[in-house]
């Protein structure tokens, strides 16, 4: 089984930042082996469904929801699979529990999530 653990999150006033990561691992004694594909953010506001913030491919290519074009970036260190999500110019409608999901040789995997509030 594959271990995420994100961290990050917090509270921000509206124009603000935050930089969300996400750390994959094998947990101890499963025996896994990681050979992370996609990794990518979600989030999901109260009351709303998970919606798709960004994906990235080992290689580089990258995915956005529109309104998280040219605010937000995803990145990623292969090497330390980990993923990372840049937020700039948050605003209110931007809170939510960000999730981060990766793809372990075609199995998908979330973190447990972490809290963003954007205060006006």
């Known amino acids: 089984q594959v271990q995420l653990v994100e961290s990050g999150g917090g509270l921000v006033q509206a124009g603000g930042s935050l930089r969300l990561s996400c750390a994959a691992s094998?947990?101890?004694?499963?025996?896994?082996?990681?050979?992370?594909?996609?990794m990518g953010w979600y989030r999901q506001a109260p009351g709303k469904q998970r919606e798709l913030v960004a994906a990235?491919?080992?290689?580089?290519?990258?995915t956005y929801a529109d309104s998280m074009k040219g605010r937000f970036t995803i990145s990623r260190d292969n090497a330390k699979n980990t993923v990372y999500l840049q937020m700039a110019s948050l605003k209110p409608e931007d809170t939510a529990v960000y999730y981060c999901?990766?793809?372990?040789?075609?199995?998908?995997?979330w973190g447990q999530g972490t809290q963003v509030t954007v205060s006006s």
């Open positions: 999901n990766v793809k372990n040789w075609g199995s998908s995997y």
């Open positions: 094998g947990i101890v004694g499963s025996g896994i082996v990681l050979k992370i594909d996609a």
């Open positions: 990235i491919t080992p290689g580089g290519s990258t």
